[in-house]
Nanobody, 127 residues
Framework: QVQLVESGGGLVQAGGSLRLSCAAS????????MGWFRQAPGKEREFVAV????????NHADSVKGRFTISRDNAKNAVYLQMNSLKPEDTAVYYC????????????????????WGQGTQVTVSS
């Protein structure tokens, strides 16, 4: 199973930016579609973004479209989430997740399809 470690969270003012990173180890990183999810206090975990194994296909939640961008570097076994124009409602714990798939272009937004999860990184956006 792949192991995932997120970093890059923190406290930022509304309108600011953060870049989250997720480092993978243990298995062939390029065999996994990679996703970002988040969970705010008292709310269910929600999909944020996903990128295919090859990086040629992405999907972003409507709530972050145009502000957040997911990317990956298979040579570095890493996936990133660039977050711009942050809003207080983006405050949450952000999780990186891996979905093993044989389809190089597959992307999925259902958390139940992801078999490996990081420990999460806190993002707090102040107003």
């Amino acid at each position: 199973q792949v192991q995932l470690v997120e970093s890059g969270g923190g406290l930022v003012q509304a309108g600011g930016s953060l870049r989250l990173s997720c480092a993978a180890s243990g298995r062939t990183f390029s065999n996994y579609a990679m996703g970002w999810f988040r969970q705010a206090p008292g709310k269910e975990r929600e999909f944020v973004a996903v990128i295919s194994r090859s990086g040629d296909n992405t999907n972003h939640a409507d709530s972050v479209k145009g502000r957040f961008t997911i990317s990956r570097d298979n040579a570095k076994n890493a996936v990133y989430l660039q977050m711009n124009s942050l809003k207080p409602e983006d405050t949450a714990v952000y999780y990186c997740a891996a979905d093993f798939t044989l389809n190089k272009s597959y992307i999925g937004s259902q958390s139940r399809d992801y078999t490996a999860w990081g420990q999460g990184t806190q993002v707090t956006v102040s107003s």
